[in-house]
């Protein structure tokens, strides 16, 4: 299983998924932002999450994070670290190439949940796109058909 971690503004998500020919989404948990939450508060949060839902938190083999908080980024890489013994992928931890073309003034300020968000539409063969995100902010991104992230 992946956990996929998801740092906004407001809420952080956690979701599970599997994949062998087609992405499934397993669960997902949304916790709110706190910079003084500890990775051992996350810890025993997750622990309990896992556990409602019947899962094991052993086989979690690879996490993937994108963040636009600093802060909260801080505390889950020690979360992992402290945690977990798994690959990991930071989207935008220095400057991640995940292979899609970024069409912006300074690609360096595209927001990680953007790209990532881009990305999943040509993964998923859903480009061209416009991808609306209701987080704190709510915002509308534009995927070309060859998955090229063209701003929002």
């Known amino acids: 299983m992946i956990l996929a971690i998801d740092c906004g503004n407001t809420n952080t998500v956690f979701a599970l998924y599997t994949y062998n020919e087609k992405i499934n989404q397993l669960a997902n948990w949304r ?5 003084k939450r500890t990775a051992d508060m996350y810890y025993s949060w997750l622990l309990q999450m ?29 979360l992992i670290k402290k945690y977990f013994d798994v690959n990991t992928l930071i989207v935008n931890e220095n400057i991640l190439d995940l ?24 993964k998923l063969n859903i480009s ?9 902010a709510t915002t509308f991104d534009i995927v070309a ?8």
Do not use: C, H, M, W
Not at 51 to 78: M, Q
């Open 99 to 122: 292979g899609i073309k970024v069409n912006i003034d300074n690609p360096k300020e595209a927001g990680a949940d953007r790209l990532v968000n881009s990305y999943a539409a040509q």
């Open 50 to 78: 896992f556990k409602i839902s019947n899962f094991k938190i052993e086989n979690v083999t690879g996490i993937s994070i994108a963040s636009v908080v600093p802060e909260t980024l801080i505390n889950i890489k020690s």
């Open 31 to 35: 916790i709110n932002n706190d910079s």
């Open 128 to 136: 061209p796109s416009i991808i609306i995100d209701f987080g704190t």
């Open 145 to 152: 058909k060859d998955g090229t992230y063209n701003g929002g």
